[in-house]
């Protein structure tokens, strides 16, 4: 290889042509002379001789290949600078293009940001409007239902002021009943304080009358006769026992009084009762003529009385309005009504004959559009004549029975199933059946008897009374008192009993009415849960209230 001599070992070379480079062989450091062109080296003679003398080499003078090589060099020179030159209109022309996209790009960077700037301001107003419309909504909504739970609590504040009024009305009633009999007991001892007292006053002055005549004969003699009269009199009026008996009665009445409570057809109601009282008529209500023969069935609230009229067609009557409405076409004898609760009523009814085993049909629930819910069966026993009786007891069973047979079913009206089974030793039910609040059963077992059963059969009363044929008995939910109401013959009228649940008569005659010709049949006196009676005569029902008195 071709390198410079090192410093201070440089030999004196004869100049060349065209240069004055000095250049030595790397090999043997002698100055370079030849170029061989097989190998593209620059040699110096040594190494001409010794390795590029034999072909393919081929050696040309070094100063003819750097001439040659420098004249070509020289000859691109003009080349080289118009390529220079291009290259700077290049270099000017990139520049130019470089800028030119710089600025193109930038603003396509700009409208690109600006675009995507909108686009992002569009996405966040609409993001916002959408927010807005959400919240707007959420507000609504919001106001929706703070007005809807204002005008709830504005409802259950005003359900619970007209609760509250309803209780503090029936407080005030019942205060006012306990007023008015605390005032009539205080006035009849008043009265007889006073009639006490007049006695007294009146021995006191005998005494002093007496003591007066003893001091002179002659007094004596002259008033004595007068004075043994009055004392005879006086004596005679025999007042303490009168009014020692008249306060018996005043203690006996006022502890019956007392304050009742309870759920009738599943509604609450309450009063003072449990006296014996007089009843007195309130209002009489007609019966449209359109009811031929109207018997009644049974009372399905305090005041909507159920009627069958000669085609067994159903009727209520309210005795408030004093409306009459049809609520069941032509169809089987309904012989009683009862309401379960608040939604439902229970219906005992009437068929000539039956074949099967067992009773179907014979009782129904209703609801308070008179729309049936279901039927209820039990067994059949005996054949002919078939009638039930249904009731209702503390509990919500149905107490139901078959005319004529010795079995009282207690029936759950949820399922229809029979709970329980009363059979009575001995006896047969002849008529309607009523339950007290102890769970026995009042059951019509003969013309003018009725025997108090327990839910084990056994018998724990027999109520009876000669005048009671053609007889009903309704039961007083909240204080076990009976009214049987009965066809006095000798008088042509229908009257009223009181009765207790132990049997023992209590007042005679409480209502008394004459049976129109309207109807041969005109049912049972019905109790209200409130206390009050309903007769029927056949045209009118009449209302009666039962009032304190000694």
């Known amino acids: ?67 040659e090589r420098r004249k070509k060099l020289d000859e691109k020179r003009p080349k080289i600078q118009e390529l220079q030159k291009e290259m700077k209109a290049v270099d000017l022309k990139i520049k130019t293009a470089l800028a030119f996209s710089d600025t193109n790009l930038q603003t396509i960077n700009n409208n690109i940001q600006a675009s995507y700037h909108n686009k992002i301001k569009s996405v966040k107003e609409k993001e916002d409007r959408m927010i807005r419309v959400i919240n707007e909504e959420a507000d609504e909504e919001i106001r929706l239902v703070n007005e809807k739970r204002e005008k709830r609590i504005k409802d259950c504040n005003n359900e619970k002021e007209k609760e509250q009024k309803l209780i503090k009305d029936k407080e005030t009633k019942l205060l006012s009943d306990a007023k008015t009999i605390s005032e009539i007991v205080s006035k009849k001892i008043k009265d007889l304080t006073i009639k006490s007292q007049h006695v007294i006053n009146t021995i006191k002055n005998i005494e002093s009358t007496i003591t007066r005549i003893n001091q002179h004969d002659e007094t004596l003699v002259n008033e004595a006769p007068q004075v043994l009269a009055s004392i005879d009199e006086n004596l005679s009026l025999n007042v303490h026992q009168d009014v020692s008996d008249c306060l018996d009665r005043i203690e006996s009445e006022v502890e019956r009084v007392k304050f009742v409570e309870g759920q009738v057809g599943g509604k609450y109601y309450d009063r003072i009762d449990g006296y014996i009282g007089k009843w ?43 409306h009459t409405e049809k609520v069941i076409d032509v169809g089987v004898w309904i012989t ?38 279901r039927d209820i069966n039990i067994p059949r026993n005996g054949v002919g004549f078939l009638f039930h009786m249904v009731y209702v007891d503390r509990d919500g069973m149905i107490i139901a029975a078959q005319s004529y047979q010795s079995n009282i079913y207690v029936i759950n009206p949820a399922d229809g199933k029979i709970v329980n089974t009363i059979t009575m030793q001995g006896k047969k039910v002849w008529g309607e059946i009523q339950a007290l609040s102890s769970g026995d059963i009042v059951v019509k077992t003969g013309y003018d008897k009725y025997t108090v059963i327990s839910r084990s059969g056994e018998e724990k009363a027999v109520i009876h009374c000669d005048e009671w044929g053609s007889s009903w008995c309704r039961v007083d939910k909240l204080t076990d008192t009976l009214y049987i109401a009965y066809r006095d013959r000798t008088r042509s ?58």
């Open 1 to 67: 290889m071709a390198a410079r001599f090192p410093e201070g070992n440089q030999v004196q070379l004869r100049p060349r042509k065209g240069h004055d480079m000095t250049w030595s062989c790397d090999k043997h450091g002698e100055p370079i002379a030849f170029y061989c062109k097989k190998h593209g080296l620059p040699v110096c003679d040594r190494c001409a001789i010794k390795e590029h003398c034999q072909k393919p080499c081929e050696l040309d003078d070094i100063e003819d290949v750097i001439f």
């Open 280 to 322: 007195e008529l309130v209002k009489s209500i007609h019966i449209p003529s359109v009811v031929n023969e109207p018997f009644v069935c049974g009372l399905v609230s305090e005041d909507e009385i159920c009627v069958l009229d000669d085609n067994n067609a159903m009727y209520v009557t309210n005795i408030n309005t004093q």
């Open 493 to 550: 009228t229908y009257a009223v009993d009181q009765v207790s649940r132990d049997g023992i008569i209590q007042a005679r005659r409480i209502m008394e009415y004459v049976q129109s010709k309207r109807s041969p049949i005109t049912g049972p006196c019905l109790v209200t849960p409130s206390g009050n009676l309903v007769g029927c005569d056949g045209d009118k029902f009449h209302l009666y209230k039962k009032t304190f008195i000694l």
């Open 336 to 373: 009683s009504c009862v309401p379960i609760d608040s939604n439902v009523i229970v219906c005992g009814k009437l068929r000539w004959d039956c074949t099967c085993d067992r009773l179907d049909g014979f009782i129904t629930l209703y609801d308070r559009q008179w729309k049936v819910i």
